[in-house]
T-cell receptor
Framework: GEDVEQSLFLSVREGDSSVINCTYTDSSSTYLYWYKQEPGAGLQLLTYIFSNMDMKQDQRLTVLLNKKDKHLSLRIADTQTGDSAIYFCAETAMDSSYKLIFGSGTRLLVRP | NAGVMQNPRHLVRRRGQEARLRCSPMKGHSHVYWYRQLPEEGLKFMVYLQKENIIDESGMPKERFSAEFPKEGPSILRIQQVVRGDSAAYFC????????????FGPGTRLLVL
């Protein structure tokens, strides 16, 4: 079955870059997503990438996709304390274009 | 353009009671999805609805859970005879009619069963 895996925790210093990694299993996924969840809040869509792209940049965010290794990463440049949150990687399920399969989330802590 | 609205934000129920969770999609969105998040876990798909139709309920428990999205009004996720294991955050998402576009999530309803 489908599975999305992420490391559980990442700690960085304010101003440094953060790189959050994700591996997925379904090579037929059309879209891959990054969501941010702050404590007690819902999920905020940060960015998504089509599976035929290798990279997507949006201001401080850079998404890299390695289809061969089924590896997705999110790089946050100049990380701020407001970036502290849980980051979820998600892929579309094998049997549908709408069912999202989420990883367990990476908790990012930004130290001042 | 208001985002996805969910209410209540917090709901406390005793075992055996019913829980009703409401979701109003973003303006112009006709597709609604419900997900459940257990503590320290990612979200798990429950059901996908369009107006007056359940498209995919493969993630819904077979008993006690039901969902609807009527022609008028919000989508409702209903849990009958709640048990402690139903305690979780329930998120609704919506997307536009065009296929392949991203889902936008509401703030969630945190259900606590005592």
């Amino acid at each position: 079955g489908e599975d999305v895996e992420q490391s559980l925790f990442l700690s960085v210093r304010e101003g440094d870059s953060s790189v959050i990694n994700c591996t997925y299993t379904d090579s037929s996924s059309t879209y891959l997503y990054w969501y941010k969840q702050e404590p007690g809040a819902g999920l905020q869509l940060l960015t998504y990438i089509f599976s035929n792209m290798d990279m997507k940049q949006d201001q401080r965010l850079t998404v890299l996709l390695n289809k061969k290794d089924k590896h997705l990463s999110l790089r946050i440049a100049d990380t701020q304390t407001g970036d502290s949150a849980i980051y979820f990687c998600a892929e579309t399920a094998m049997d549908s274009s709408y069912k999202l399969i989420f990883g367990s989330g990476t908790r990012l802590l930004v130290r001042p | 353009n208001a985002g996805v609205m969910q209410n209540p934000r917090h709901l406390v129920r005793r075992r055996g009671q019913e829980a009703r969770l409401r979701c109003s999609p973003m303006k112009g969105h006709s597709h609604v999805y419900w997900y459940r998040q257990l503590p320290e876990e990612g979200l798990k798909f429950m059901v996908y609805l369009q107006k007056e139709n359940i498209i995919d309920e493969s993630g819904m428990p077979k008993e006690r859970f039901s969902a609807e999205f009527p022609k008028e009004g919000p989508s409702i996720l209903r849990i009958q005879q709640v048990v402690r294991g139903d305690s979780a955050a329930y998120f609704c998402a919506s997307s536009p009619p065009e296929r392949g576009l991203a889902q936008y999530f509401g703030p969630g309803t945190r259900l606590l069963v005592l």
